[in-house]
């Protein structure tokens, strides 16, 4: 090859692997869209098998909303858990009860692995409607969490395999604090806070537990165990002295009976322990038989799609929801992005057709600038004359609360963890760090603030009063707040505030709540306080981008897999290194209940 040839050879070259990448990329485009007209005008409607089961089946985590997941991300972690709404397993159970063709309804939990006691207090409820209308209700599981024997416990006949476990260890747990190690690597943490048990910040500022902390935490978990253990003797027509001997002295009993199949057997927390093929027959003896062998079924999710609730027309009562971490800026999944959210409060508020809103909010908070946005764009709701119902879930403290706490009314859950009045910030600085391998700072500055506030030369005297100062300010602001909209005086508010965190049924008694009930509730009392005799539920969701309406069309909304468990350290800093992402408070001031996150930084 001459040396002219060759850059010809290349160009040549060069221009093929352009073509071939062109007609590639083309080639998957005319896949895909013909995938997406096929399944946009497929009619692939289940249908309904008369004399049938109705299989409540979730896999995943329950949410009050699901978000949409990208493609690539599900193929890069396959194993992720998905997402269930809690209203298609409450409106499946609700729309089968009063459908002859449905003759019972199986609850299979194995690969439920998201449900706080909460939701499955919303279920059971369903449940018991749909056993009211004379259809019974079975549970299968290989084994039972905590949480998943509560839902389970509202079946009529509660079936486990011989190897099945069930352990139910109350509520409770540890603590990681970091401050020996900050202070071995020279890193000063400045904490400013207002509430005496705003205990966010003492993972950073000592080494153990505070005996405010210690208190308050305490009464919390002492008042939700109350509530389970209740709930389970009532469902379970159980002995509370079996219950007790179970939950007290689990090694004794399993030391005497061998196993522990045979110890929830014998306190009658089971019914009968079957293999999952001993379970299907004796399902199968109800319902009979489906082509594939397994017994006549439909799952909640096909049996939705076959029963799709009227669009309905009229005035509505639109729901939000908000959930995760309070922060300033646009959508991002799992967090309430003030922008995106406040987008969505003023579509309710400009639709003529929306008489009222309701706020769902399962949230630990965040951001208190954030969290103020949201809350001044409910009031401008309430200005126009609609009203604004706050419904919590799982989790509404601190900013949760803060958002809700001019509401019209306030409905909480029994074991909704809300509360958590207090304000905290918190500045790492690395002064100390830089010092010890020899590398000082220095500087000028035209005031006594140019200097005062950077990482790696430490926090001034002055500015270390602003912050408080400030911290402070964003507190009694927070008192005042809640103290106008639940009709109460500051000092009374100061007296349930102080970052205490509270159980929904605490809060129900100390005025921070108005009713003790859920969803359907909230938006029953949003309807009576618009003066609605008939209305539709419409619920508002952030609009999708172009791409996320293909994945929405495509159905990626979830994946089915399972956790890969892992080091829980290290799910420990990767949940802290989420929730840091959200703390983006132009002030630094925030509104967090430590409380109400999990091992791994979410919402419990």
Known sequence: MTETSKP???????????????????????????????????DDTPSVPDDSALLVNPRGVLVDQRSIVDPLAEFLSPNAPGEVELGDITGALERAASDDRIRLAVL?????????????????????????????????????????????SFADALYMHPMGQLILPGYGGNQLYFKELLDKLNISVHVFQAGVYKEFVEPYSRTDMSDEARL??????????????????????????????FTLSLADQLEEMGDLATVALEHHLVDELLNLDEARARIAGEVGYAADGEFLRIDFEDYLAANPRPAGSGPAVAVITGEGPIMLGRQNQGVIAADTFSQLIRRAREDDSVKALVLRVNSPGGGAFASE?????????????????ASMGNVAASGGYWISATADAIFARPTTITGSIGVFGIVPTFERALSEIGVQTDGIGTTPLSRAFDPFAGISDEMTRILQLNTEQNYE??????????????????????????????????????????????????????????????????????????????????????PVAGSRILAVLEGAQRLLQTLNDPADSYAICELCLGPAGIVR
């Open 8 to 42: 010809r050879f290349f160009s040549r070259l060069g221009s093929s692997i352009t073509r071939l990448r062109n007609f590639t990329l083309n080639a998957l485009f005319l896949v895909l869209l013909v995938v997406f007209i096929v399944a946009l005008f497929a």
């Open 108 to 152: 299979d939990l194995d690969e439920l692995i998201g449900v706080s006691a909460g939701q499955a207090l919303v279920i059971g409820d369903a449940i018991r409607a749909f056993q009211a209308s004379g259809r019974q209700v079975i549970a299968y599981g290989s084994g039972f969490g905590q949480s998943q024997y509560l839902l389970a």
């Open 216 to 245: 308050a935490n305490q009464a919390l978990v002492d008042e939700l165990w109350d509530d389970y253990r209740r709930q389970v003797i009532e469902n379970r027509r159980l002995d509370p002295v079996l219950f007790d001997r």
């Open 373 to 389: 946005i949201i809350r001044q764009e409910l009031e401008l709701v309430q200005l126009t004359g609609k009203p604004v119902v």
């Open 477 to 562: 602001q927070f008192v005042n707040l809640v103290a106008r909209g639940r009709n109460m005086s500051p000092d009374a508010v100061e007296e349930v505030a102080q970052g205490r965190v509270w159980t929904g049924t605490m809060a129900h008694g100390l005025g921070l709540v108005d009713e003790l009930g859920d969803l359907e509730d909230a938006i029953a009392r949003a309807a009576e306080l618009a003066g609605l005799d008939e209305y539709r539920t419409r619920r508002l969701r952030p609009e999708l981008s172009p791409r996320e309406m293909l994945l929405s069309a495509f159905g990626v909304v979830e994946s089915r897999g399972q």
